[in-house]
């Protein structure tokens, strides 16, 4: 795969050029969506269930092929990529997601060592099978998320907040250019959720890494987002600078759209969003 073309500074590491996703049991998933996405940019995404949020993210890696339009990542098209490259663009792309998907009986360092397997040749068994300089790595990596003192600690004994730390710090592992984070604070309290969101701001902002994040809470959203995208019925109803957004300019995402597919009356949208 060729990425030497891509001007690692100046191009939007992620565009999305008028993409449309029909599945094929009918569902209009994704309607003509175009997003530019430049490096460093914590970008929150929101809208109902159903409005096409996951179905994005899973354009970005190539999980999904749009039905038309074209996805670019890293200079790659992937909309168009063989699975071979579809691997290498992977390699650069962190995946969080709301279950953890730890080791429940394994350490945080052994789970965050394990996010470095892609880049090994054969599987390990226990933290002294991996190099020392992995080691290392995963130890800062665990520090940086604040959990350094409970690196020897079993996953399953941690609280839900400090195991998504750890699987983001796995995700670090793989030095990946953008990290996508599919509800990656629905099962967590508001103050396990906030760190979450702080701390992908802090990667976003100090590795100058691109985080796309979807969110059901609309107030993280406003408190961490460099930039809010909303979705309505798979398209694009809102793309803002976070700053100078408040909660009445976000609320209109949520109105629910009729069989026509035109927005509902004022009466029908939630005051506030429940994580369903
Ligand atoms: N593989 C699939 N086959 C058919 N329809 C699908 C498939 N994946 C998603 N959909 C449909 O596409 C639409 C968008 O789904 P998606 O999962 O992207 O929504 P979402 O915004 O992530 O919702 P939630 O907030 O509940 O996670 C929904 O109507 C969903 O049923
Ligand atoms: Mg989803």
Not at 44 to 60: D, E, M, N, Q, Y
Not at 71 to 93: F, I, P, Q, T
Not at 148 to 156: C, E, P
Request: aromatic share 4%; hydrophobic share 40%; net charge neutral.
């Amino acid at each position: 795969m060729s990425l030497n073309r891509f001007d690692q500074e100046a191009d939007p590491i992620v565009r999305l050029s008028d993409i449309s996703k029909r599945f094929p049991n009918g569902t209009l998933a994704l309607d003509k969506v175009s997003l530019e996405i430049p490096r460093g940019q914590l970008l929150c995404l929101i809208g109902l269930s159903g409005s096409g949020k996951s179905t994005l993210l899973r354009h970005v890696n190539g999980l999904h092929k749009p039905t038309s339009g074209s996805v670019d990542v890293m200079g790659m098209r992937v909309s168009e990529a063989a699975n071979k490259d579809l691997r290498e663009v992977r390699r650069h792309v962190g995946f969080v997601f709301q279950q953890f998907g730890l080791i429940n009986r394994a350490t945080c360092l052994e789970n965050v060592l394990s996010g470095a397997l892609g880049r090994l040749n054969w599987p390990r068994y226990g933290v002294r099978s991996y190099p020392k300089q992995l080691r290392r790595l995963a130890f800062d990596h665990l520090d940086r998320v604040g959990l350094a003192d409970q690196a020897y600690q079993r996953a399953d004994t941690l609280s839900g907040g400090q195991m998504q730390r750890v699987a983001i710090a796995r995700s670090l592992m793989q030095e990946p250019q953008m990290l996508l984070a599919d509800e990656p604070v629905a099962s967590l309290d508001p103050e396990s959720s906030g760190q979450v969101l702080e701390l992908l701001l802090k990667i976003a902002t100090e590795e100058n890494m691109t985080v796309i994040c979807t969110l059901h809470q609309v107030e993280l959203a406003l408190g961490w987002a460099h930039r809010i995208v909303g979705l309505r019925a798979g398209k694009v109803v809102l793309d803002r600078s976070a700053i100078g957004l408040d909660q009445r300019d976000v609320m209109d995402v949520y109105q629910r759209v009729d069989v026509t597919g035109a927005p509902t009356s004022d009466e029908d949208v939630p005051t506030s969003i429940s994580n369903s």
